[in-house]
């Protein structure tokens, strides 16, 4: 929302009431007089006029869980457990998932309630990297790496798949790590190589977020250090 728009709108000043009060200095935005009225201010800053606030900042809220098998990737369902009943915060009515796994999926998964750290970690273009150990009922055979590196041609988007990276750990077992995130893409892409099937799928890290090896399955805890 334009810096203006609130102001009107909380104070009831109208919008040239508003342009007054940001040009006689009388506005400030997270400490700092403003006097730009078409500034875009985010609920996660402090609006003050004269002294009085306008709106108080609400505060970044960003936490990671391991999501066991089972848990749907959603902050409510009339069916499933999802990954909000497993989160005991007091704000936690505000959170959105940044990025889903699978309900059978296990692993990492993000939840804020700021919607542009979210979306820079889902942004294709920015290569945000996703990483994977999956388990196979099969062999996986050689040629799969040059496979997901070349990527698969998914028709129901119309698109192809951007270059993933395959390693083989051992005959059933590997680490994929992709740049975006399809609807059950790694299980299509193995699917792809003659049926092959998971046996399990679990994220072990998106970004720079890595699944704590002493966070459990069902535990969640609060991502600190993000302004
Ligand atoms: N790919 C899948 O197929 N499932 C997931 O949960 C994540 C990536």
Redesign the pocket.
Known sequence: MKLEDLIAKRLGTGTRGARSLLLGGRVTVGGTITTDHRRPVSRFEEVVCDGAIVQAATGRLHLMLHKPAGILSATSDPVHRTVLDLIDHPDKATLHLAGR??RS?TGLVLLTNDGTWSEALSDPTAKVEKV?LVATDRSIPDEAVARFAEGFWFATEGLTTRPARLEILEERLARVTLVE?RY?????MFHRLDGIRLTS?HRERVGPYLLPDDLAPEQWRVIAGID
């Open positions: 796994l699978d999926s994977y995130g059950h893409q790694i299980k299509r799928l």
